[in-house]
């Protein structure tokens, strides 16, 4: 019995179909606000504006003629960070105040802020003693500093709360 050969097309006998594929458009992809039911605080005297969680409370200080202050953020009785500002600095004195040369720098707000981990040991008080992150910089003639004390690492919300950080002039 012979044997019936179906001869091979050649390459240019060769017909492909496509069919058309349907293409997607990629859909732009949002991140929740994870601060949209935080409070903010603002500074009208030195012209910032932050958020904070609804579980922090704060208080603030001052001297008569509004050229320092300080505002700290506490939970459960605790001091969690704080913010000091002050007109009455020299340009290396956030060096002298931190003890130590900035590690490296870090935008916030727009603008850039030396960065400080270190360990603090008072002279006067031997027992007070404890790790400090610092980020401090200078805005119309103001020494901002945040403060976190008894840390070694910012957590994920303490990086949220500078995130939120915005000079309004």
Not at 18 to 23: A, H, I, S
Not at 34 to 40: H, S
Not at 65 to 79: A, D, L, M, P, Q
């Amino acid at each position: 019995m012979g044997r019936s050969t179906t001869p091979k097309p050649s390459p240019a006998q060769v017909v492909t179909s496509q069919t058309p594929q349907p293409t997607s458009t990629p859909q732009p992809f949002s991140v929740p606000d994870e601060t949209i039911n935080w409070k903010t605080y603002t500074n009208n005297l030195f012209n910032f504006s932050l958020k904070y969680p609804p579980d922090l409370l704060y208080s603030s200080a001052g001297n008569d003629s509004g050229n320092s202050g300080y505002i700290t953020f506490e939970r459960y009785s605790k001091e969690y960070f704080t913010l000091s500002l002050s007109d009455d600095f020299a340009p290396t004195s956030a060096e002298n105040f931190m003890g130590s040369k900035p590690l490296s720098k870090r935008i916030i707000g727009g603008k850039e802020w030396d960065y400080y981990n270190f360990y603090y040991q008072d002279k006067l008080i031997k027992s007070l003693n404890y790790n400090v992150i610092a980020f401090t910089t200078v805005n119309n003639n103001f020494l901002y500093s945040f403060v976190f004390n008894n840390q070694t690492k910012l957590t994920s919300e303490q990086d949220q709360i500078l995130s939120t950080f915005k000079f309004t002039q």
